[in-house]
């Protein structure tokens, strides 16, 4: 190094080493790391919060590995907190470790949190905030503020805030900002204020070397822009800009009378022009008083690179923290080593792409950036590069790699022997026992609860939920519908550290924390549905503790509310609950007479509910009654189970008044299908219901229909009839296809409707129809377009008087097909019927469902066949609709 004089150059005289930088940027890392080198200060100040002074020292402990993040929260409000994250390539970090290396005292010299959590409480009324949303180069290292969101209602950027840009915040004028990294680009002829920042700091020195020349070289310039733009912009107007630098002052002012002038003080550029300004002692501590102030707490908390880009909303955000963390490691060549990079993911990812490409990319790099006029090729170059060489002109694997690398899925990892809440302990406890890691990496994780550490697994996540730790979000398995397996979507966030300190006040343990948890939600809840919805989340979550409280609110607010619709949206999830106990073992005799109490109150409060309504609500209390209808299906099974078989004691459910609901349910469904004050969508579905069920024939179904489409009934009424009765996708398509009678009363119906009604009518047909399958309707279209009954007469020879079924079974196809049943059906791993004894095959002939069909109509009968194994899965094979004509 040449030109470096340690503590005052170029005229500077003495005073302390102010090294102005770019929060997140790897350039302003290196360019630190080089002048702490050629200055050895004896102790080194930061901006950040001096709370986190006993905290430097984990930074060299080896299990903490960046990117991490200080956080600080008020003790008595934990959901308000504030964010000072750090990666391997921030300046901060930089200087925190070289000064471990080097023994020489680090500390914090910004406001400290105290005031900026306290301060945040006035973000409308004054600056806060100012500084955490970051102008277009997005350098402000900010401070994530209290709210539902830690980043998305951001405080100020205290602690390595507002340093180059100081971004629009709440309360603030966005008109009166400045980008100082736009202003000076633009001076020196670039449009794109990232590219000229790359240019001139981030390539100084890229691939390992630290640049030629004066160490201090970097600074100086920065330091002498920045002036140049405060002079002419002021501060912008951020109160919380002069505060935070009065403070940092006194800060500097406090180390050289310990030091003498050989500090050196690692800050945002912005702050530069402030701190080299000379204030009077009084005049700074006249600015800091008064400043409200609360209790607060602080730790450090792994962070992600995915958090520090500026899409997850972190004020300070960078477009490409894992580019810039590519560019800070790389030794040397970093576009070779970044193309090899990306060419491995895409490699792992079934793409072609071989060692040429990697060359020509890098070629392309290259050429790219002389044509460009820049030193090196930047991300741009690189992007451009990979996609017309390694991705075929495609930006479809093209955001794969943006997604993986220039962002990236790192997550950084605190020691154990940080602070943290004593919930937090016990999770990360929990998290060890149970071998599974938090990850920043999205992936899915099956659970087979019939499995002992899937089912703590699960009762682990159910809990966190509760607790509103979102660490995991329960999908869809995949082919499997079993009570007994659970999937779920795993994603540790950073701001999650946040919500296990918020959950802190409800107890010391995830199992305490989440009772009292839900014993208090339980109190709060404003609806019933709320209520039966915790219910369901306490037995997934095993929280037995909390059951009685939650049982004992339920059961309050069912016996006090009359409300049908409520009634009818509680059941179904309580209902859901009884499946529970017998894969998670838990006891739900209590729930379960809650659960046939309510039952009781709907079926004498839905008739009367159901009358004088309008067409919305009858759309509404339509799904209402379905729920229901699946709800008393199940529950039924459950109050059936109450008693053993062959106990010799009275049945408890019949001792409590709750025996035959399915009979008494059915008996509602029949007075709603016939009173005249119902809508015509809910009597369609009740006699829907009815019929799927076999409690209404056919000849009964068509008379009702018949009824409810003749001359004198109103052509809406009619079309709300229809749609209750074949619409909601459940199946009317087949039900219309296989039954002529049905559909000829639609199709005379339609074609009765007058040419002023059917303007009417036909919004309520197209929702009716448009829920069928592609194959359903093409299916009705070519049988209205044939004419009703033109299958019935082709089958009129057969003898059954079913269209397509002849009056028999056809042995010969039946025997083709149960060996493979068998198999499926796991009985046994027979090859043949030769291998099945000859009783034990008209029994599966039977069971199966296998129907004898006439050989004159093979297409047909194929296409039944085929129909019926598909209703076979649902409610209508099994109650006789498939196929059948009267």
Partial sequence: ?????????????????????????????????????????????????????????????????????????????????????????????????????????????????????????????????????????????????????????????NG?????????????????????????????????????????????????????????????????????????YGSGGHERDLVREAYMRLQVRAAQREFGDEVAVVCGAWHVPALRQ???????????????????????????????????????????PGWYGHLFSAPDRPVERWMTKVAGLLRDEDRVVSSAHVIEAVRLAETLAAMRGRPLPGLGETTDAVRAVM?????????????????GDVLGEVPPSAPAVPLQRDLDRI????????????????????????????????????????????????????????????????????????????????????????????????????????????????????????????????????????????????????????VRGTDTVALTEVAAGLAERIFVGLPPACAALDADAAVEMRGHVDAVHGAVGLLGDAVAKDTPAGSGTPDRASTLGHGGLRARWHAVLRVLSVRDTVPGVIRGRGVRLLLDDGELGQEEAARLMGLALSPGTPPGDAAAWIEGFVGGGSGGGMLLVHDERLLGLVDAWLTGVSAEAFTDVLPLLRRTFSAYEPGVRRTLGELVRRGPGERGRAAAGGGSGIPGFAAGLDVERADAVVPVVRLLLGLDQVGGLDQVEPDQVDKDKVAVGLVHTDQGDTDQADTDQAVMAEGAGGGLAGNGLVGAAG
């Fill in 1 to 157: 190094m040449i030109g470096v004089d340690r503590f005052g150059s170029e005229g500077r005289g003495g005073g302390p080493l102010l090294l102005g930088v770019r929060h997140h940027g790897p350039g302003s890392a290196r360019t630190v790391r080089t002048a702490l080198e050629a200055a050895r200060p004896r102790t080194v100040l930061i901006e950040g919060p001096p709370e986190a002074d006993a905290l430097i020292a984990l930074a060299a402990d080896e299990a903490m590995r960046p990117p991490v993040a200080l956080l600080a929260h008020a003790v008595d409000e934990p959901g308000r907190s504030a964010f000072w994250p750090l990666a391997e390539f921030s300046p901060e970090w930089v200087a925190i470790r070289w000064a471990m290396e080097h023994q020489v005292p680090a500390r914090f010299i910004d406001l400290p949190a105290t005031h900026t959590l306290a301060w945040g409480e006035d973000a409308e009324r004054g600056p806060a905030g100012d500084d955490a949303e970051a102008g277009s180069a997005g350098q402000d290292r900010a401070a994530g503020v209290a709210g539902e969101d830690a980043e998305t209602d951001p405080v100020d950027g």
């Fill in 160 to 232: 390595p805030g507002a340093d180059l840009a100081p971004g629009p915040g709440p309360g603030t004028v966005a008109d009166v900002r400045v980008d100082p990294l736009a202003v000076l680009a633009e001076v020196a002829g670039y449009d794109d204020p990232e590219r000229w920042w790359e240019d001139v700091v981030e390539h100084r020195g890229t691939g390992g070397g630290e640049g030629d020349g004066d160490a201090l070289a970097p600074f100086l310039g920065l330091e002498e822009a920045m002036g140049a733009l405060r002079e002419t």
């Fill in 278 to 320: 000379k204030t009077t002692v009084a005049g700074d501590k006249a600015l800091l008083k008064g400043l409200p102030k609360v209790k607060a707490d602080m730790t450090w908390v792994p962070w992600t690179y995915r958090r520090l880009a500026r899409a997850s909303g972190y004020g300070a955000g960078i477009d490409s």
């Fill in 391 to 407: 991705c075929d002109g495609s930006d479809v694997p093209l955001a794969l790699v943006r997604d993986r690398l220039v962002v």
């Fill in 431 to 582: 998290q060890r026992r149970m071998r599974l890691k938090p990850e920043a990496l999205e992936r899915e994780l099956e659970l087979d609860l019939r499995n002992d550490n899937d089912s703590e697994r699960s009762r682990l996540l159910h809990r966190l939920r509760l607790l509103g730790v979102g660490w995991g979000e329960p999908v869809a398995s995949r082919g499997s519908t079993g009570t007994f397996r659970e999937t779920w979507r795993l994603r540790w966030e950073p701001e999650l550290s946040l919500r296990v300190a918020e959950a802190g006040v409800w107890g010391t343990t995830v199992f305490a924390a989440a009772t009292a948890k839900a014993e208090a939600d339980a109190v709060a809840a404003q609806t019933l549905a709320d209520v039966t919805a915790l219910a369901e989340r306490c037995l997934l979550a095993e929280l037995s503790d909390a059951l009685p409280t939650v049982m004992q609110v339920l059961a309050d607010r069912a016996a006090l509310d009359a409300d049908v619709g409520h009634l009818a949206q509680a059941l179904p999830a309580l209902v859901r609950s009884l499946r529970y106990g017998d």
